[in-house]
């Protein structure tokens, strides 16, 4: 018997019933035979074997696709897995889940042995030894029945558990390579064989399944590519994120710091608070240009505030509470219910409309202490959030403002980013109604603009859709930072009016807008982005007076006295060392200039003028050089 099998193209081809998808990759090409890895049947993802029963839609999955790379790097998990198996047999090896993530995958395990860095280069050779063998990976379907009983013989206990929490309808699958086999949907490569260049990373704990009630497991992190070309690229961009790690060069650089008597809570240092105060005086010169009025609401607020606005029932486990006079009282997660009551406090017209309001704001959110990571994930942080009231015929011109403001900052920065259009989550707040109408209006903008978007269903605010702001760095990492949310629930929640030119009451529309979104979190990546060699701009210190010896500590203070009224922060370096030793002193705290003084200098008036690339400016007039440094300043270069 024949089926008809319908290709990508729509071309339609015939084939005797029970051909593999993997046969008609070969019959369509051999080169997409050799490519390829898996198969969509009827928009289902399907191993190379899958037999085809009937008249379907087939499409062939290769590695050098995305969806062919994670296939690849969950093969890679499996074969860890095996690996781990064979090394330690008498150490009761009992496995968890191995999934691919973002640049890899990882695989947790319970073990008596605590693992060491020795021994991920035992379970590499011992990986790279099941490549070799080139095992046929097989699936095979079980009835939960035969998954119970082949997982209690091997003792397996966390795998039991995720068989005895599948829904009574699931299909369970098994996969097999040699004496190993694994409880898995798939699919998976043809064989291990295929598998080509791959690392295993580094370990750390986690607790099973996410809930700290369970115990912790090792997780093992790994990455693999189609090439291994590709492979050395990725491990040359971690190498080269650690060097930039925000945490270690914010402490190398006197940026801030975090202590034990407060976890997750940054402290500024003074060169750390330079640059916080440049980012903040940037973003309310823009501000100020655009018509913003910035204002400052409580960090405590009583909390019915939050129950009116919605936010106890999304954020209640992530909030600190108090009890002052028997009444409760949070610290603020968000800026936005402050901001309505500010709005509320009197009586707009249509004329006002829009209204912007502004605020760096701290917030508040608990965190899992496992789950902090320096800058990037904190308990405390300044959201850089604005409020705009506007009228509904507003909507989509004050969106495309905000969609300006936020590109021409980043452009300063030097970061290219993406768009995402997210869309009603489950937990939305507010009629179907509303939400459309905010999801067209944000959509439309976008279309209208021309601007490139990607969809992301599902993951909008509570309270709106949004569009948010990926910007990739240095190392073309993506960080979500700006966002831009549009509200027509908290005018409701918080009865908002302004008087319409019928006189009669109506309720304006709020757009949330944030640039950086956390200013905490931005510094980190802005750290990390610049490897630390801030532009001229935001560095802490601009310019660095290394005087020669000793005898000529007065003029370099009598320079910094000069400097410092020009408006530049400058620091001398007054310790008794050898010049070169100063220099290369300045050049590691990735001074941008480095100011030279000895007599040639105290004769001339002038100073050395070094840049921390190794640019000699030669001898300058202070003032000569103070103008050139503002120039460089006033076009944040």
Same mark, same amino acid.
């Given at each position: 018997?024949?089926?008809?099998?319908?290709?990508?193209?729509?071309?339609?081809?015939?084939?005797?019933?029970?051909?593999?998808?993997?046969?008609?990759?070969? $019959?369509?090409?051999?080169? @997409?035979?050799?490519?390829?890895?898996?198969?969509?049947?009827?928009?289902?993802?399907?191993?190379?074997?899958?037999?085809?029963?009937?008249?379907?839609?087939?499409?062939?999955?290769?590695?050098?696709?995305?969806?062919?790379?994670? &296939?690849?790097?969950?093969?890679?998990?499996?074969?860890?897995?095996?690996?781990?198996?064979?090394?330690?047999?008498?150490?009761?090896?009992?496995?968890?889940?191995?999934?691919?993530?973002?640049?890899?995958?990882?695989?947790?395990?319970?073990?008596?042995?605590?693992?060491?860095?020795?021994?991920?280069?035992?379970?590499?050779?011992?990986?790279?030894?099941? &490549?070799?063998?080139?095992?046929?990976?097989?699936?095979?379907?079980?009835?939960?029945?035969?998954?119970?009983?082949?997982?209690?013989?091997?003792?397996?206990?966390?795998?039991?558990?995720?068989?005895?929490?599948?829904?009574?309808?699931?299909? &369970?699958?098994?996969?097999?390579?040699?004496?190993?086999?694994?409880?898995?949907?798939?699919?998976?490569?043809?064989?291990?064989?295929?598998?080509?260049?791959?690392?295993?990373?580094?370990?750390?704990?986690?607790? =099973?399944?996410?809930? $700290?009630?369970?115990?912790?497991?090792?997780?093992?992190?790994?990455?693999?590519?189609?090439?291994?070309?590709?492979?050395?690229?990725?491990?040359?961009?971690?190498?080269?994120?650690?060097?930039?790690?925000?945490?270690?060069?914010?402490?190398?650089?006197?940026?801030?710091?975090?202590?034990?008597?407060?976890?997750?809570?940054?402290?500024?240092?003074?060169?750390?608070?330079?640059?916080?105060?440049?980012?903040?005086?940037?973003?309310?010169?823009?501000?100020? @240009?655009?018509?913003?009025?910035?204002?400052?609401?409580?960090?405590?607020?009583?909390?019915?505030? =939050?129950?009116?606005?919605? #936010?106890?029932?999304?954020?209640?486990? *992530?909030?600190?509470?108090?009890?002052?006079?028997?009444?409760?009282?949070?610290?603020?997660?968000?800026?936005?219910?402050?901001?309505?009551?500010?709005?509320? *406090?009197?009586?707009?017209?249509?004329?006002? @409309?829009?209204?912007?309001?502004?605020?760096?704001?701290?917030?508040?959110? #608990?965190?899992?202490?496992?789950?902090?990571?320096?800058?990037?994930?904190?308990?405390?942080?300044?959201?850089?959030?604005?409020?705009?009231?506007?009228?509904?015929?507003?909507?989509?011109?004050?969106?495309?403002?905000?969609?300006?403001?936020?590109?021409?900052?980043?452009?300063?920065?030097?970061? $290219?980013?993406?768009?995402?259009?997210?869309?009603?989550?489950?937990?939305?707040?507010?009629?179907?109604?509303? =939400?459309?109408?905010?999801?067209?209006?944000?959509?439309?903008?976008?279309?209208?603009?021309?601007?490139?978007?990607?969809?992301?269903?599902?993951?909008?605010?509570?309270?709106?859709?949004?569009?948010?702001?990926?910007?990739?760095?240095?190392?073309?990492?993506? =960080?979500?930072?700006?966002?831009?949310?549009?509200?027509?629930?908290?005018?409701?929640?918080?009865?908002?009016?302004?008087?319409?030119?019928?006189?009669?009451?109506?309720?304006?529309?709020?757009?949330?807008?944030?640039?950086?979104?956390?200013?905490?979190?931005?510094?980190?990546?802005?750290?990390?982005?610049?490897?630390?060699?801030?532009?001229?701009?935001?560095?802490?210190?601009?310019?660095?007076?290394?005087?020669?010896?000793?005898?000529? @500590?007065?003029?370099?203070?009598?320079?910094?006295?000069?400097?410092?009224?020009?408006?530049?922060?400058?620091?001398?370096?007054?310790? *008794?060392?050898?010049?070169?030793?100063? &220099?290369?002193?300045?050049?590691?705290?990735?001074?941008?200039?480095?100011?030279?003084?000895?007599?040639?200098?105290?004769?001339?008036?002038?100073?050395?003028?070094?840049?921390?690339?190794?640019?000699?400016?030669?001898?300058?007039?202070?003032?000569?050089?103070?103008?050139?440094?503002?120039?460089?300043?006033?076009?944040?270069?």
């Amino acid at each position: 018997m024949e089926i008809n099998v319908t290709l990508p193209d729509g071309a339609i081809r015939r084939y005797s019933q029970g051909t593999t998808v993997g046969e008609i990759a070969l $019959s369509i090409n051999a080169n @997409l035979y050799k490519n390829a890895v898996a198969g969509k049947l009827n928009n289902e993802l399907v191993d190379l074997n899958r037999p085809i029963e009937q008249d379907s839609t087939v499409e062939i999955v290769t590695l050098d696709s995305q969806l062919g790379l994670e &296939i690849h790097r969950h093969s890679t998990a499996h074969v860890m897995a095996q690996a781990i198996k064979r090394l330690f047999p008498g150490q009761n090896v009992k496995l968890g889940i191995g999934p691919v993530i973002e640049d890899g995958f990882y695989y947790d395990i319970d073990i008596d042995k605590p693992l060491s860095s020795e021994d991920l280069v035992a379970i590499e050779y011992e990986m790279n030894h099941i &490549i070799g063998e080139n095992l046929p990976i097989v699936r095979r379907t079980v009835s939960r029945e035969e998954a119970v009983r082949a997982f209690e013989e091997c003792q397996e206990p966390l795998k039991l558990e995720i068989i005895r929490d599948l829904p009574e309808e699931a299909v &369970i699958s098994i996969y097999e390579q040699g004496e190993f086999f694994d409880l898995c949907r798939g699919p998976h490569l043809p064989s291990t064989g295929r598998i080509k260049a791959f690392k295993l990373l580094h370990m750390a704990g986690a607790y =099973w399944r996410g809930d $700290s009630n369970n115990k912790v497991l090792q997780r093992i992190y790994g990455t693999a590519f189609a090439k291994k070309a590709q492979l050395d690229e990725h491990l040359h961009r971690i190498e080269e994120a650690r060097k930039r790690d925000h945490r270690k060069l914010g402490k190398e650089l006197g940026l801030f710091m975090f202590s034990e008597e407060a976890p997750g809570m940054p402290f500024y240092l003074p060169k750390g608070m330079a640059i916080r105060n440049e980012l903040e005086s940037f973003a309310r010169e823009i501000q100020r @240009l655009r018509a913003y009025e910035e204002v400052r609401t409580p960090l405590m607020m009583n909390n019915r505030i =939050w129950e009116q606005s919605g #936010h106890w029932d999304h954020y209640k486990d *992530n909030m600190y509470f108090t009890q002052v006079d028997e009444t409760k009282f949070a610290l603020k997660p968000m800026n936005c219910p402050g901001h309505m009551l500010i709005y509320k *406090n009197s009586r707009h017209s249509y004329r006002e @409309l829009p209204i912007r309001l502004s605020e760096f704001g701290q917030v508040h959110r #608990h965190e899992f202490s496992g789950a902090l990571s320096g800058m990037m994930r904190v308990r405390t942080f300044c959201q850089d959030d604005a409020h705009l009231f506007v009228l509904p015929s507003q909507i989509e011109e004050e969106i495309g403002r905000v969609i300006e403001l936020i590109g021409h900052i980043y452009d300063v920065f030097g970061f $290219s980013y993406k768009i995402e259009l997210s869309t009603r989550p489950d937990d939305y707040m507010g009629s179907e109604a509303l =939400w459309d109408q905010a999801e067209q209006s944000l959509q439309s903008v976008l279309d209208s603009r021309g601007i490139a978007y990607t969809l992301n269903e599902g993951d909008g605010a509570f309270y709106g859709p949004k569009i948010d702001f990926h910007i990739l760095d240095a190392l073309n990492r993506s =960080w979500q930072c700006g966002t831009i949310q549009l509200d027509f629930q908290m005018p409701e929640k918080f009865d908002l009016t302004y008087i319409g030119e019928d006189n009669l009451k109506h309720r304006p529309v709020v757009i949330h807008r944030a640039v950086y979104g956390s200013i905490d979190r931005f510094i980190g990546i802005l750290t990390e982005h610049y490897a630390g060699a801030f532009p001229l701009w935001l560095a802490p210190v601009q310019a660095k007076l290394l005087p020669v010896s000793d005898h000529y @500590l007065d003029d370099a203070y009598a320079v910094k006295k000069q400097l410092e009224e020009a408006g530049i922060r400058v620091e001398v370096n007054h310790r *008794n060392e050898k010049l070169g030793y100063k &220099i290369r002193e300045a050049q590691l705290e990735k001074t941008p200039y480095m100011l030279i003084l000895g007599e040639n200098e105290r004769g001339s008036g002038s100073v050395s003028v070094r840049k921390r690339s190794g640019e000699e400016l030669g001898l300058l007039a202070v003032p000569a050089f103070a103008a050139i440094v503002m120039d460089e300043i006033s076009k944040r270069s």
